[in-house]
């Protein structure tokens, strides 16, 4: 079956970085279309980063400039590098296909904090 695991996540300092990884296995990696969602306490999940099949990608406004999504076809995974964190990135993070699954990992959570 489909399955997403991610990793990575932790406690960041404003303007700092981290960087979150996730594996995807049960699918035929290469052919979908990947994206990284984050959900923060009461709001919704949200789309924040996608890369496609040939590598485009595009960014949320609230994290562009800042997050760089990129993916490993032969790892079947997918990372975001995340800089200049601000405590609003707070979250827990998920990858999925692009549009996605209904299956979804655990998540890895990410809090912004000094």
């Known amino acids: 079956q489909v399955q997403f695991v991610e990793s990575g996540g932790g406690l960041g300092q404003p303007g700092g970085s981290l960087t979150l990884s996730c594996k995807a296995s049960?699918?035929?990696?290469?052919?979908?279309?990947m994206g990284w969602y984050r959900q923060a306490p009461g709001e919704q999940r949200e789309l924040v980063a996608t890369?496609?099949?040939?590598?485009?990608?595009n960014y949320a406004d609230s994290v562009k400039g800042r997050f760089t999504i990129s993916r490993d076809n032969a790892k079947n995974t997918v990372n975001l590098q995340m800089n200049s964190l601000k405590p609003e990135d707070t979250a827990v993070y998920y990858c999925?296909?692009?549009?996605?699954?209904?299956?979804w990992g655990q998540g890895t959570q990410v809090t912004v904090s000094s």
């Open positions: 999925n296909t692009e549009p996605s699954r209904n299956s």
């Open positions: 890369i496609t099949r040939g590598l485009s990608t």
């Open positions: 049960g699918i035929i990696f290469s052919i979908y279309a």
